[in-house]
């Protein structure tokens, strides 16, 4: 199983395994720890390095080598196009798909003094809080979990912006000051869910679908599907939330566009999310006539 190198990342692949497991008891298990690009350039803009990408390529080479015989990611650093030869042949149970925010005294935001300085160099958190708080100076911040609060202090910030998800998985949450709305805060299309690539058609696609969840796999593909047709990226700030209720698809998305930050939530089929998610792309890219 091939991984990145960080606690989490470890820690993510160790819950596949337990899930692998459950299916079959007499599997072991390799993890092969990858250092990929965006992990050795960690103070680099993601955006000027070009993208999330750079958290999987080197991974997906290792798997292409058949040096690996499948790998786990945080669904969240996927992009939309696959390698030819590849495919995500389960995604994982999502955990909270809410970002938080991480703050000195556990203030909230509305709580946090004129002007604070918050870290976080994702495009699409940057445009959301600074709709939320227009005063807020937003400090470009990379790295893992424990890089991110270790810099909180050394850059004297205020504070930092988070996935619950890692910081859950990482038995961290008590640091947490304030949970955002699905609505207040868009997460990043599959945040908060794992997915296991491996070759195609290898004997491991097909066994990899027994710890397959499938609500989970509905509703990221309708969020990968609005983020595709917007053209989404780390150089483009684009949010979606997709759940399944009362058995309709409800896809809530975000993008910003000539520096206004505009939401919408559209409802489908839960036999089609490729659908809702062009279709919500649909409503807010022709909004203004973009």
Not at 141 to 147: Q, S, V
Not at 169 to 196: D, N, W
């Amino acid at each position: 199983m091939g991984t990145r190198q960080s606690e989490l990342a470890l820690i993510q692949t160790e819950i596949i395994i337990g899930k692998l497991l459950e299916h079959f008891p007499d599997w072991k298990f390799q993890v092969v720890k990858i250092k990929t690009k965006g992990d050795r350039m960690e103070k680099a803009d993601l955006k000027e390095i070009g993208g999330k990408g750079l958290f999987v390529k080197e991974i997906e080479e290792a798997l292409l080598r058949g040096e690996i015989d499948f790998a786990v990611h945080s669904m969240k650093d996927m992009p939309y196009e696959i390698p030819e030869g590849l495919a995500i042949a389960a995604v994982s149970e999502r955990e909270d798909p809410r970002d938080v925010l991480i703050s000195k005294n556990k203030k909230t935001l509305k709580e946090l003094g004129a002007h604070s300085k918050i870290g976080t160099s994702s495009l699409r958190r940057q445009v959301q809080l600074k709709a939320l708080r227009p005063d807020l100076e937003v400090i470009p911040l990379r790295g893992n979990i424990a890089t991110r609060l270790r810099r909180m202090d050394e850059l004297g910030l205020d504070g930092i912006v988070l996935a619950a998800a890692g910081l859950k998985r990482l038995k961290m949450e008590s640091l947490i000051a304030e949970y955002f709305s699905v609505c207040e805060m868009v997460p990043a299309a599959g945040q908060g869910a794992l997915a296991v690539e491996t070759r195609k058609e290898s004997e491991f696609e097909k066994l990899l679908k027994k710890i397959n969840h499938k609500p989970t796999e509905i509703s990221i593909c309708a969020e990968r599907e609005f983020m595709k047709a917007l053209g989404g990226s780390c150089n483009f700030p684009i949010g979606a939330y997709a759940r399944i209720e009362g058995g309709k698809i409800v896809l809530t998305g975000m993008v910003e566009k000539n520096g206004m930050v505009k939401k919408s939530t559209t409802f489908g089929d839960i036999g089609n999310p490729r659908e809702v998610g062009e279709n919500l792309a649909k409503l807010l890219g022709d909004e203004d006539g973009g």
